[in-house]
């Protein structure tokens, strides 16, 4: 009765005032009639705002490698955090962004977030143009664009909100895949971009092999679009009242054991997807300097933002996502193992494919994993929590990857400790998983 009466409110045409203050996107005659269309424009503008935000995120990874070829003289040791500052700046701003949709309204929070980003990315179109630019400046321009990878847990808080249940994990999935294909977008363009003349952005820098490099046009580029993207935002998206967490309610989360395994076992997922983009060039220019793979380096990250809707799809398929989980793993061990080895060898072809299996599994880990966490938590709000607690510690990899890099080229002058410590982290997940979710009898069926 009282849904009736909303909609006898409503009325035959409503302006979208009335409807947003009536949200109720489980009555199915509201849906049809008023809520899809509104839902289904925040959602768009929402995924090519989260697409922009992971390009911005991850833009710095495209760059750090070409430095000390133009002129810059940074040691391993600085070259390498700088490449993990933005992913320390990220995971550390998820822990709240996830709030934030909730105290200042999605549609606000989203043009706020966003503007943040051109400071960073204009800056240091700036700065690339001076080889005499100090440490301590990239350090803090570099640091900026890390705030672009606290828009996920943001984003996501907010667009769920729009969808009724039937309809959430679809428009999430969309949301986080499409996001997350800002990846592979930034390292498709970066080719084209440091080598194209647009006249409009400053002089080039001459590298080691004498050739003319636009450093500052991966940055500039993409602050047309983010201009874009605001008034996009502005026209297109809308502020619900989304529920405040209490501070008891969020601290509940972390008397569960099972919170601190979701989120080691998604960290093994997705911390190693973006930090293996973070990395990625600098670990190629490294060990293979005499292949250029500027315009195949996109793969992995694409590989591997694409398996992630897949890896939720095949887990309800079989409904269980701690089995392709698990099953994921195993393979991300082997193809960890084959890396090292291509790396040891110095076999590019083994090195790469490998990397690209790699990649995949974190897909199938990512999807699969985040389909557990409603079924080990069935209180809704323990799960949002958890899911918004995992997504925030598991960015730390793009932070801590690179930087592990870092310290085996600083202190062994080779790769091959960084890789141990990584396979080892993926042996303890297998282990996870299998003894309190994969095997007979676990208890919880997820």
């Given at each position: 009765?009282?849904?009736?009466?909303?909609?006898?409110?409503?009325?035959?045409?409503?302006?979208?005032?009335?409807?947003?203050?009536?949200?109720?996107?489980?009555?199915?005659?509201?849906?049809?009639?008023?809520?899809?269309?509104?839902?289904?424009?925040?959602?768009?503008?929402?995924?090519?705002?989260?697409?922009?935000?992971?390009?911005?995120?991850?833009?710095?990874?495209?760059?750090?490698?070409?430095?000390?070829?133009?002129?810059?003289?940074?040691?391993?040791?600085?070259?390498?955090?700088?490449?993990?500052?933005?992913?320390?700046?990220?995971?550390?701003?998820?822990?709240?962004?996830?709030?934030?949709?909730?105290?200042?309204?999605?549609?606000?929070?989203?043009?706020?977030?966003?503007?943040?980003?051109?400071?960073?990315?204009?800056?240091?179109?700036?700065?690339?143009?001076?080889?005499?630019?100090?440490?301590?400046?990239?350090?803090?321009?570099?640091?900026?664009?890390?705030?672009?990878?606290?828009?996920?847990?943001?984003?996501?808080?907010?667009?769920?909100?729009?969808?009724?249940?039937?309809?959430?994990?679809?428009?999430?999935?969309?949301?986080?895949?499409?996001?997350?294909?800002?990846?592979?977008?930034?390292?498709?363009?970066?080719?084209i971009l440091l080598v194209w003349n647009l006249?409009?952005?400053?002089?080039?820098?001459?590298?080691?092999?004498?050739?003319?490099?636009?450093?500052?046009?991966?940055?500039?580029?993409?602050?047309?679009?983010?201009?874009?993207?605001?008034?996009?935002?502005?026209?297109?998206?809308?502020?619900?009242?989304?529920?405040?967490?209490?501070?008891?309610?969020?601290?509940?989360?972390?008397?569960?054991?099972?919170?601190?395994?979701?989120?080691?076992?998604y960290t093994c997922g997705f911390g190693q997807?973006?930090?293996?983009?973070?990395?990625?060039?600098?670990?190629?220019?490294?060990?293979?300097?005499?292949?250029?793979?500027?315009?195949?380096?996109?793969?992995?990250?694409?590989?591997?933002?694409?398996?992630?809707?897949?890896?939720?799809?095949?887990?309800?398929?079989?409904?269980?996502?701690?089995?392709?989980?698990?099953?994921?793993?195993?393979?991300?061990?082997?193809?960890?193992?084959?890396?090292?080895?291509?790396?040891q060898s110095h076999n590019f072809a083994m090195?790469?494919?490998?990397?690209?299996?790699?990649?995949?599994?974190?897909?199938?880990?990512?999807?699969?994993?985040?389909?557990?966490?409603?079924?080990?938590?069935?209180?809704?709000?323990?799960?949002?929590?958890?899911?918004?607690?995992?997504?925030?510690?598991?960015?730390?990899?793009?932070?801590?990857?690179?930087?592990?890099?870092?310290?085996?080229?600083?202190?062994?002058?080779?790769?091959?400790?960084?890789?141990?410590?990584?396979?080892?982290?993926?042996?303890?997940?297998?282990?996870?998983?299998?003894?309190?979710?994969?095997?007979?009898?676990?208890?919880?069926?997820?």
């Amino acid at each position: 009765m009282a849904e009736e009466n909303v909609l006898n409110q409503l009325g035959d045409n409503p302006s979208r005032k009335e409807i947003l203050a009536h949200w109720n996107p489980e009555n199915e005659t509201f849906w049809t009639k008023f809520g899809e269309k509104i839902a289904k424009q925040n959602l768009y503008v929402s995924t090519w705002a989260l697409t922009l935000s992971f390009v911005v995120w991850t833009l710095w990874a495209t760059i750090a490698a070409q430095l000390n070829q133009v002129g810059f003289n940074f040691t391993d040791a600085q070259i390498f955090t700088l490449a993990s500052l933005p992913g320390l700046v990220g995971a550390t701003c998820r822990l709240f962004y996830t709030y934030m949709p909730g105290i200042v309204g999605g549609k606000n929070w989203t043009l706020i977030s966003t503007a943040l980003l051109l400071l960073p990315i204009i800056g240091l179109g700036n700065a690339l143009q001076d080889t005499s630019t100090s440490y301590d400046t990239f350090f803090m321009l570099v640091a900026g664009i890390g705030v672009a990878g606290g828009n996920f847990s943001s984003s996501m808080a907010n667009i769920g909100f729009f969808f009724p249940k039937k309809n959430k994990g679809l428009a999430l999935g969309i949301n986080a895949g499409v996001g997350n294909l800002g990846v592979s977008l930034i390292y498709l363009t970066a080719p084209i971009l440091l080598v194209w003349n647009l006249g409009i952005f400053g002089a080039p820098l001459i590298n080691s092999a004498g050739k003319e490099v636009f450093l500052q046009n991966v940055c500039y580029f993409w602050a047309v679009p983010t201009i874009l993207t605001l008034i996009l935002i502005w026209i297109f998206m809308d502020n619900l009242p989304i529920p405040k967490q209490s501070p008891k309610s969020i601290l509940s989360i972390f008397g569960n054991k099972h919170t601190w395994l979701m989120t080691w076992i998604y960290t093994c997922g997705f911390g190693q997807f973006i930090g293996f983009s973070a990395a990625l060039m600098l670990l190629l220019n490294r060990e293979f300097p005499e292949v250029s793979m500027a315009w195949g380096a996109f793969l992995g990250p694409f590989i591997g933002a694409s398996m992630r809707p897949v890896g939720g799809w095949l887990a309800d398929k079989i409904d269980s996502g701690s089995k392709i989980t698990l099953y994921s793993l195993f393979v991300m061990l082997a193809s960890c193992v084959v890396v090292l080895i291509g790396i040891q060898s110095h076999n590019f072809a083994m090195f790469f494919g490998a990397f690209l299996m790699l990649f995949l599994t974190t897909g199938f880990v990512n999807g699969a994993s985040f389909r557990m966490i409603p079924y080990i938590f069935s209180n809704p709000v323990h799960s949002s929590l958890v899911t918004g607690f995992t997504a925030a510690i598991a960015a730390y990899g793009a932070f801590l990857i690179p930087k592990i890099f870092g310290w085996a080229y600083s202190n062994y002058n080779l790769v091959t400790p960084a890789f141990y410590v990584l396979i080892a982290f993926t042996v303890i997940t297998i282990g996870f998983t299998w003894i309190f979710y994969a095997r007979p009898n676990s208890g919880i069926k997820c």
